[in-house]
């Protein structure tokens, strides 16, 4: 039995130099759909053809090569935390929130992997 449950989507985020240029590359190159640019938060997300993943570009003068962190949609990220901070599990510092938007926690495995949980804020905005 697993301590929480995560919904189900999937967003593979990313480090990118420039949101704009890579989603349209991720477009051109494999057919994905962009869906959304969040110029305010350096956060752009696109769609890509598996139901439920999507792929997360965030804006960074310096990406690290190679930086490609899963995120787990959950319904209630501070439960989750909870849980998992209780079967101690090691978090990367306090629970990021961009208002009416999301909720993000970084966690580790085992092998020191970077993992990350997501709340959707956006549900209550409309």
Known sequence: MSLISVDQTITIAMSVKDRHV???WYENMLGFEQLYHADEAGWSEIKTNTVGVTIGLGEHTKPAPGNCVPVFGVADLDVARQKLERAEVKFDGET???????????FYDPDGNALMLAEDLTAGAN
Not at 96 to 106: L, W
Request: aromatic share 0%.
């Open 96 to 106: 990021e929130v961009v208002e009416g938007m999301v909720k993000t926690a970084t």
């Open 22 to 24: 890579s989603a349209k």
